[in-house]
């Protein structure tokens, strides 16, 4: 597959660095496609899209960034995985009330009744809509914070800022955030 993606490059200096992201970065992405899809075949796909994606912007990857360039990866491949997650579970069809009473082993438990469980799924829908509906630059601090878990002073490295500019910028992503869950007809997240 490699030979693929080389051939779709025009440079030898970007192929060189094409092959270097690939062999560094396929597997943990790969890993990462597969904890979220729960399907290797689909995990691969999701890859394979990844790579295709970045063929685009070789140019503004900078390899001496490592945890940059590790965290713009991540978040492709997060994003292109919960698209194919998002896409399959529009073509399945709902389950049926039985089927969600065979996952409730205690009916008194809260966290698993079939209500509860279609509202949490409901939820992280709206969720992840909003996210969405995001500027790039939020959603980007937002997934640094929650995804990768990155400190403030290993956000402020990222994005070339100080500590406390990387924690105004998580605010303001925040606030906007909620605006939009608050408010989700409203377009614009600023």
């Not at 063929?55 to 491949?77: N, Q, Y």
């Not at 009744?113 to 996210?131: F, N, V």
């Not at 969405?132 to 070339?160: E, F, G, V």
Request: proline share 3%; hydrophobic share 35%.
């Amino acid at each position: 597959m490699l030979s693929v993606y080389l051939s779709m490059i025009d440079t030898q200096e970007d192929r060189d660095k094409f092959e270097r992201l690939f062999h560094q970065y396929e597997r943990c992405l790969k890993y990462t496609a597969q904890n979220i899809l729960g399907d290797e075949h689909l995990a691969e796909d999701a890859v394979q899209e990844t790579f295709i994606r970045i063929i685009g912007c070789l140019s503004k990857i900078d390899e001496t960034e490592e945890h940059k360039t590790a965290g713009f990866l991540m978040t492709v491949v997060k994003n292109i995985a919960y698209d194919i997650k998002r896409k399959q579970s529009k073509n399945q069809p709902a389950a049926s009330l039985e089927e969600m009473a065979e996952f409730n082993a205690d009916p008194e438990d809260w966290e698993t009744r079939p209500d509860t469980l279609l509202l949490h799924r409901e939820e992280e829908a709206k969720i992840l809509e909003a996210i969405r509906c995001l500027p790039a630059d939020y959603r980007y601090i937002l997934s640094l914070k929650y995804a990768y878990d990155c400190s403030s002073a290993q956000m402020a490295a990222l994005l070339n800022c100080s500590e406390k500019l990387a924690r105004v910028k998580l605010s303001r992503a925040r606030k906007s955030l909620m605006n939009r869950l608050e408010h989700p007809q409203k377009k614009s997240g600023r």
